[in-house]
């Protein structure tokens, strides 16, 4: 009988609520602040918990967003989504003693009319039966971006916009038509590329992927590779260049597809360009003219440069393999004759001033994969992390040959490599041996 009066007494407890003023809900903060989001895109949802500390329970009246419907934030309390039929609040709610509730927020904004990002507000209000108000203030940059579905190219175009460009699927460039980008820069959702069966000049320009937002509080969506497909230049595609562009987070940075060779025509000429943090490899150029002039082609799942036959022209470049995301990384620079079998000669090969480094020993692997067909290469005055070729001059002069064993080598040429938090600066540190080679 004792023990069933002590439950009475214990359940008892819980269902009390109090109406006293001096009783508070405590939140994770005053303010729930959301990542940049582009106006009229959906952001992602975000979560906090609503705790009642107190020795009794708490009614809450209402819980209303102070704007209603103005500004685009969703909520959904404790299962219940504040609808706009019903004035975008809800009410009768209860926590019991040291309980809580769940609360979700997400936000689609509209344009805010402004060329930089604005910051857009809204307060989640919370009425106590008490009389007490309390409040979380929404938060969010909001940044108005023009939104292209699709997008063929079917005629010489020139694009130049202080609003960034949404891509959604594949933008295409026809055969025999150029698009010129300039000053631009280009957010690629899932799963869309640049197609260009034509030619492609750009000159200041980015291009990533569209999410703004965070996967981990630490860990922002651009330093994540595969957010989209990347740049492939198809077989009838040539005279493309890029200049002071930056390509990062695609699945395959940039594929320069098998054509017929022209030996005084560079299909692809890129001129301190950026490809960094690709799933797959950065570059790829198959049977290809291609000309790289203080280029940065850093942390690929793939090889960070794939030769395979052609002609390439490479000044003072960084290939730099620290893909951080899986061990069985491709290489910093590959080169060969042969290819899914079928030759294709190596008529060229020049690199001069450059640095190959990494994680694993050997980042530089040239194949000749045919003896059938030409492979002529030669390297001047680089750094390269590869076994020693002490005996073929003609292919090897001034080199720097790294080994684990050096004092300065892989990482720590360079100001930082922050495998935690996926931050990298690839100028030289001051300490560096390779001073006066490479993209800085």
């Not at 890129?270 to 082609?297: A, F, K």
Request: one cysteine or more.
């Amino acid at each position: 009988m004792l023990t069933i009066v002590m439950c009475l007494v214990a359940c008892q407890d819980d269902d009390q609520f109090s109406t006293s003023s001096g009783l508070r809900l405590t939140f994770p903060a005053d303010t729930l602040m959301l990542d940049t989001v582009f106006s009229r895109t959906p952001s992602s949802t975000y979560t906090f918990w609503v705790h009642n500390d107190n020795d009794t329970g708490i009614r809450i009246e209402s819980v209303r967003l102070k704007r209603g419907n103005q500004t685009g934030f969703r909520v959904n309390v404790d299962g219940i989504y504040l609808d706009n039929t019903n004035g975008s609040q809800t009410s009768g709610l209860e926590i019991r003693k040291n309980d809580s509730l769940l609360v979700f927020v997400e936000l689609t904004p509209t344009e805010t009319g402004q060329p930089e990002p604005a910051v857009v507000a809204d307060d989640l209000l919370f009425h106590l039966e008490s009389g007490v108000e309390q409040r979380v203030c929404l938060q969010a940059w909001v940044w108005d971006a023009r939104k292209l579905y699709s997008p063929v190219i079917d005629k010489d175009t020139l694009i130049e916009s202080a609003q960034p460009l949404v891509i959604f699927g594949d933008m295409k460039v026809e055969a025999g038509v150029t698009l010129t980008i300039r000053n631009t820069s280009l957010y690629f959702h899932d799963s869309s590329g640049l197609e260009v069966y034509g030619s492609l000049h750009t000159e200041d320009c980015v291009m990533r992927g569209d999410r703004l937002d965070d996967m981990f509080s630490y860990l922002p969506y651009d330093r994540v590779s595969g957010q989209w497909k990347g740049i492939h230049l198809y077989e009838t595609s040539n005279g493309n260049t890029l200049l002071r562009t930056e390509i990062r987070n695609p699945m395959r940075g940039i594929v320069c597809d098998s054509a017929a060779l022209d030996s005084t025509n560079i299909r692809l000429a890129m001129t301190q360009c950026v490809i960094h943090n690709c799933m797959e490899t950065g570059l790829e150029s198959h049977n290809s003219y291609i000309s790289l002039d203080h280029c940065q082609l850093t942390n690929t799942g793939g090889d960070c440069i794939s030769i395979v036959g052609g002609l390439a022209d490479i000044n003072y470049c960084t290939f730099a393999q620290f893909y951080p995301f899986v061990a069985s990384r491709g290489t910093a620079f590959r080169f060969t004759n042969r290819y899914d079998q079928k030759d294709m000669p190596l008529l060229r090969l020049s690199c001069v001033g450059s640095i190959m480094t990494g994680y694993d020993e050997d980042v530089v692997m040239g194949v000749a994969g045919s003896q059938e067909v030409a492979f002529n290469y030669d390297f001047h005055q680089c750094l390269m992390r590869t076994p020693a070729v002490t005996d073929d001059s003609l292919h090897f002069e001034q080199i720097l040959w790294e080994t684990p064993k050096d004092s300065i080598q892989g990482k720590k040429h360079f100001v930082k490599i922050d495998e935690e938090n996926l931050i990298y600066d690839f100028h030289l540190d001051s300490l560096s041996t390779a001073q006066g080679l490479g993209c800085y």
